[in-house]
């Protein structure tokens, strides 16, 4: 036997914080309450894994709740998952993963109908034999109709319903309104669990720990790091921010996808701001520019249907030339009855702003809306770092390449939490086998809470509350839809300043506000720095300076570590489209 000792692991980063005052014990800890978290917290619990569901907000107030269009499935008559695949490949401009891409598209039908069979009530259509099918309608980017949706324009409400419900019926362990902190490692590097505080009154409430082998992140989207966005307030980069300073991968953050059309509120408007869905311009909505103009013709194949990043940058140009600051989605040959029965969510949401899309073209303009992005996994959902997993939008899988082609994301979601849990369940001894070994964790897990084993830990500087505003502005101006080395060294510098500010400071106290901005900054700036990296136009990722794809260089993915003693992201890119192994030695 050697009795040499395993090496330290790297440095690591951890928000200042209190000690934790309390701590549970777990098999699992799932932090986010989407489709992909409950998805991964049902078949965990089902197969006898302790599991334990984390969520900032309440249970049913996941991101998945907003999603208007759709899950896409190869489900309709004559289509196929090879289909799907040619479709996500063309999305994503060269860059997906396709071996990600073939498991996403070949698992998704059957992931569909065990959603289905838990639950979620999709609207469905009269066959001519006298039955009904599930009804399916067609979103930018796809060639065929094989979107399922729900409540007309409120798929993602129905869905968590659904998964919320059986998570309940379960009763699996949730902690609700808790803004997961810091990953906790033993000294080998491996994951022991969670830091926590939970905001409010509740079971537990300050700065805890969940401890467990596992930690499966699936806390959703970035979006709020941009002043306007579709995205909810608690949409902070909290996941990637935790990964990084965990010393985890990140990749393809510079490909956010801007929606096209976002209900215009004005020049000054910030915020989650409302969406309208892909899905009005599948059913055959026109954009118009003020003249009435359909501007989209001749653009691309598939008109108004393109994918998004070509639609946005269609409006985005046309905006330009026009000196406007907002384009037009005209449905008023829809009708009343199909308003309000297709796409009841969006009439209300466009009444309430003034609108009539009835009888009026609705005004429209890009926001962001999706990070392609995140932390780096592989098809079992494992991270970099042992222990720690990551899926749905918090995740990079490959999958959406340089954009996301329209509802994979909770086809994604499904699918990958799927495959978590099949490898957790798969690796997880009958109790009788783990349970000497699993109090020797459990211990190691309470000294790693209460104090960092083996790994040095430096703590972040945490940035003032306020600062959260000037990270959207900084990052809305220099790397918004339109970049250039100019503006994003622009959004850099004013993001450094910001750190450099906090640095020299009087120390920011710790809590919600400052730590949700200092993930903000700390997603920013990596983001930055990989947009300044890729020298090219690639699917969302529009460089005004570099105007042209870079073929084959640009064929590869922007891989980011985060240097814990400077602070410095640092990048290297990927010999192509496929990622290397997350655990190159397992």
């Keep these: 036997m050697s009795s040499e000792q395993p090496p330290i692991p790297p440095e690591t ?89 073939r498991l996403l598209v070949t698992e998704g039908p059957d992931a569909v109908r065990r959603l289905i069979g838990t639950g979620a009530r999709f609207d469905t259509e009269d066959t001519e034999e006298g039955g009904t099918e599930i009804a399916l309608t067609r979103e930018g980017g796809h060639h065929r109709r094989r979107i399922v949706h729900a409540g007309g324009d409120a798929t993602g409400a129905e869905v968590s319903r659904a998964l919320v419900e059986a998570v309940r019926a379960q009763a699996i362990p949730a902690i609700e309104n808790a803004l997961a902190l810091d990953l906790l490692k033993d000294a080998g590097g491996r994951t022991a669990g969670i830091t926590l505080h939970v905001m409010g009154e509740g079971q537990h409430d300050g700065v805890g720990a969940v401890l467990a082998p596992a930690v499966v992140l699936a806390t959703g989207g970035m979006g709020q790091v941009f002043a306007a966005t579709t995205n909810p307030p608690v949409s902070t980069g909290d996941g990637v921010a935790l990964a990084l300073r965990a010393g985890a991968e990140v990749s393809d953050l510079e490909f956010v996808q801007f929606h096209p059309t976002v209900l215009f509120l004005g020049p000054g408007a910030e915020g989650q701001q409302p969406l309208v869905s892909e899905a009005v311009r599948g059913e055959g909505a026109h954009l118009v520019d003020a003249d009435g103009v359909r501007f989209m013709t001749g653009q691309h194949e598939l008109g108004e249907l393109a994918p998004r990043d070509v639609v946005a940058k269609a409006i985005t140009r046309r905006m330009r030339e ?102 957790l369940i798969a690796g997880h001894a009958p109790a009788a086998e783990r349970s000497g070994a699993a109090d020797d964790g459990r211990q190691t897990a309470r000294e790693a809470a209460r104090e960092p084993v083996g790994a040095p830990v430096r703590a972040e500087v945490l940035q003032a509350a306020e600062d959260r505003f000037a990270v959207q502005r900084a990052m809305s101006e220099g790397a918004g839809v339109l970049r250039s080395a100019a503006s994003l060294r622009g959004a850099a510098e004013a993001l450094d300043a910001l750190r450099a500010r906090a640095t020299d400071a009087k120390p920011a106290e710790p809590g919600v506000d400052t730590w949700q901005a200092t993930n903000l900054l700390t997603v920013a700036r990596v983001l930055t720095e990989a947009a300044l990296a890729r020298e090219e136009t690639r699917g969302c990722h529009w460089r005004e300076d570099h105007p042209e794809r870079d073929e084959p260089a640009g064929a590869r993915h922007i891989v980011i570590t985060l240097d814990a003693s400077t602070h410095t992201p640092r990048l290297r890119p990927t010999s192509g489209t496929t990622f290397p192994p997350t655990r190159p030695h397992d």
């Excluded at 098999?27 to 984390?54: E, F, K, M, P, Y």
């Design 13 to 101: 980063l951890r928000l200042p914080a209190p000690a934790p005052g309390w701590h549970r014990e777990a098999d699992v800890v799932v932090v986010g309450s989407g489709v992909a978290g409950l998805t991964v917290a049902l078949r965990c619990q089902a197969a006898g894994l302790r599991t334990v569901v984390v969520t900032k907000a309440r249970l049913d107030d996941g991101s998945t709740r907003w999603a208007q269009g759709g899950i896409a499935a190869a489900l309709g008559e004559g289509d196929t998952p090879e289909q799907h695949f040619d479709d996500t490949l063309v999305a994503g401009v060269g860059l997906c993963d396709a071996d990600a891409v």
């Design 322 to 423: 026009q000196g406007t600051t907002h384009m037009f989605l005209d449905a008023r040959h829809f009708g009343a009855d199909m308003w309000e029965n297709r796409f009841p969510t969006i009439l209300a949401a466009c009444r309430a702003h003034g609108i009539d899309p009835v009888t009026a073209p609705i005004p429209v303009s890009p926001a962001a809306h999706y990070a392609s992005g995140g932390v780096r996994t592989d098809t079992a959902g494992r991270t970099t770092v042992p222990g720690l997993y990551a899926c749905g939008e918090v995740a990079c899988t490959g999958v959406h390449g340089a954009n996301r082609l329209a509802s994979n994301s909770l086809l994604e979601g499904l699918v990958y939490a799927e495959r978590i849990a099949a490898h």
